[in-house]
């Protein structure tokens, strides 16, 4: 996997750095503007709920060949307190942190594929995938 | 990133320049409301065509700031929201509740005027 990006994320300042992070890859890959917009929001909230709940964690990112088609796979990895209910999490509204609770549900709508792995005690895992729409 | 804010009259501008970090969109809300109630200001226009993510945080300080500068008696217009920006917002469930938006500096001014104007009549 030599196209892996990894960003550290211990502070609110690698949100900004792992979304352009993701953004500049995105870029290479042909995103149209709106998808660089989608792909970057949505790392933003990932990101930042590691900063918000697991305080470290850190941001993969990888480019996806498969069958013609070209993407990005975003991974955000912690080893926090994990999430006691992912279908609650996943809620719109729904937070422990006193916000809007749009972060997960809503990176999940920005993206094209969306998989949480989360366990009490040992961390969380959200994986995101996004392919470039070929017009014509 | 520090934000300038240029006093025009009664009114604040702020231009954001790059993207912003959360710390640094906390400090503009803060300078913001406080320079309000400095310059009694009527107005404020936040101008925010640079930025390329507008993410639930945000959302959430840009609301917040308006209704703090409303509870000083001022009104907030957000100016240049761009249109993937705008995208992203709705598919995120992004609302800017209770905040004027505009299209540009100029048509933020023109609200502005109108709005403000039109509560002098009311006094
Ligand atoms: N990495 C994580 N580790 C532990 N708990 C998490 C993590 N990510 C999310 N959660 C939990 O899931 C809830 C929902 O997350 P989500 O991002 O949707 O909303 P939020 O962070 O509360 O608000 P917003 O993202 O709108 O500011 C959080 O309140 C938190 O309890
Ligand atoms: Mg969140």
Same mark, same amino acid.
């Not at chain 1, 809620?91 to 972060?103: A, I, K, R």
């Not at chain 2, 065509?49 to 390329?52: C, E, G, Y």
């Given at each position: 996997m030599a196209d892996e990006v990894c960003i550290p994320v211990s502070s609110e300042i690698d949100i900004v750095t792992a979304r352009q992070k993701g953004r500049e890859m995105a870029s290479r890959l042909g995103f149209s503007n709106t998808d660089l917009v989608l792909i970057a929001t949505a790392i933003s909230e990932v990101v930042r709920n590691i900063v918000e709940y697991a305080k470290k964690g850190e941001l993969c990112l990888n480019i996806l060949q498969e069958g013609g088609k070209s993407g990005i796979v975003v991974i955000a990895r912690d080893k926090g307190p !994990?999430?006691?209910n992912i279908k609650l999490a996943m809620?719109? =509204?729904?937070?422990? !942190?006193?916000? #809007? =609770? #749009? !972060?997960l549900p809503g990176a999940k709508r920005l993206m094209d594929e969306f998989e949480i792995i989360s366990e009490v005690g040992k961390g969380t895992t959200v994986t995101m995938k996004k392919w470039v729409q070929n017009n014509g | 990133m520090l934000v300038p804010i240029l006093k025009q009259g009664d009114y604040l501008i702020a231009s954001i320049q790059s993207e912003l970090s959360d710390a640094d969109l906390l400090k503009l809300r803060d300078d913001l409301v406080r320079r309000v109630s400095e310059f009694r200001s009527h107005g404020v226009i936040v101008d925010v065509?640079?930025?390329?993510v507008m993410d639930s945080f945000a959302t959430r300080t840009l609301r917040s700031m308006a209704h703090m500068i409303m509870l000083r008696g001022a009104e907030t217009v957000i100016v240049g929201i761009q249109p993937e920006v705008a995208f992203s917002m709705v598919q995120l469930g992004l609302k800017l509740e209770g905040v004027n938006t505009a299209l540009d500096l100029e048509e933020g001014l023109a609200l502005l005027n109108e709005k403000i104007k039109g509560d002098s009549r009311r006094g």
């Open positions: !994990g999430i006691p809620q719109d =509204g729904y937070t422990t !942190g006193h916000s #809007l =609770g #749009l !972060g | 065509t640079v930025l390329d």
